[in-house]
């Protein structure tokens, strides 16, 4: 069982003109003898993930896994940070991202050659435990070979839905954005729908929003969203300027 932290809460946005913002979520697990982070991020969250860490008295070399529901950029991007944690990712997946061309441009290729080629890399299977208490359930769409985690936490059992569930949207409508596989996707969250129904105590944690629970078939948030960006603008007081994204 773990103890369950969540370093960057996901946010449910794309900019209009710059592409994905990919601020997804990573979160960290502390139990059974092992420190593990469930996703990375992309390259921009390096220093503040690093800071995370150190807060909490962990070193880059204290993390002994890393959790990885999909090949994607804004969730794979951290791992080599981490010398002596072993990688879980979707066997599927990655088959499937490794298979891509060059210049897919979700899939930041030379992570994906590192993950392909790695002693270090555990290839998890549908069904599988690829450590203790630690589930994986296929929730393809998505990608191909997308895994969610459901995992046994101190404050109750998690699914870990990656981008199979982005956000509170997805799961009240099962209308996925940014899939490769619309039907899929809406199966998948179906999937996931009814394991939360199935255990009114099972927190789902999205890959771009917040934590959220079904309660009487209804979805709950457990927090307000919180994001913001800071901008040099010309002509204002200050000489920068928070935008609060959140609600």
Request: aromatic share 10%.
């Given at each position: 069982m773990y103890e369950l932290s969540i370093l960057f809460q996901g946010f449910p946005g794309r900019s209009t003109c710059h592409g994905g913002l990919g601020w997804s979520t990573v979160a960290l697990l502390r139990g059974e003898g092992r420190t593990v982070l469930v996703d990375?991020?992309?390259?921009?969250?390096?220093?503040?993930l690093l800071a995370q860490l150190e807060e909490r008295g962990?070193?880059?070399?204290?993390?002994?896994?890393v959790v990885l529901t999909h090949c994607h950029w804004d969730h794979i991007c951290n791992f080599p940070l981490f010398p002596n944690a072993q990688v879980v990712v979707p066997r599927p997946?990655?088959?499937w991202a490794a298979a891509q061309p060059v210049g897919t441009w979700e899939l930041p290729e030379f992570h994906v050659e590192e993950l392909a080629r790695a002693e270090h890399v555990l290839r998890a299977e549908d069904g599988g435990e690829p450590l203790p208490d630690v589930h994986t359930i296929a929730t393809p769409g998505h990608t191909?070979?997308?895994?969610?985690?459901?995992?046994?936490?101190?404050?109750?059992p998690v699914i870990f839905a990656g981008d199979a569930v982005k956000n509170e949207h997805e799961l009240r409508t099962g209308d996925a954005d940014m899939t490769l596989d619309a039907a899929q996707s809406r199966r998948s969250i179906e999937k996931v729908r009814d394991l939360l129904a199935a255990d009114p105590r099972l927190v789902l944690v999205p890959g771009h929003d917040r934590l959220l629970s079904l309660r009487d078939g209804e979805v709950v948030a457990h927090s307000q969203l919180a994001a913001g960006i800071k901008a040099w603008l010309p002509g204002r007081a200050?000489?920068?300027?928070?935008?609060?994204?959140?609600?």
């Open positions: 990375t991020g992309g390259y921009g969250y390096r220093a503040p962990i070193a880059r070399s204290d993390v002994t896994a997946d990655l088959e191909p070979g997308h895994f969610a985690y459901r995992v046994a936490t101190t404050d109750g200050e000489p920068t300027t928070t935008v609060d994204l959140g609600a």
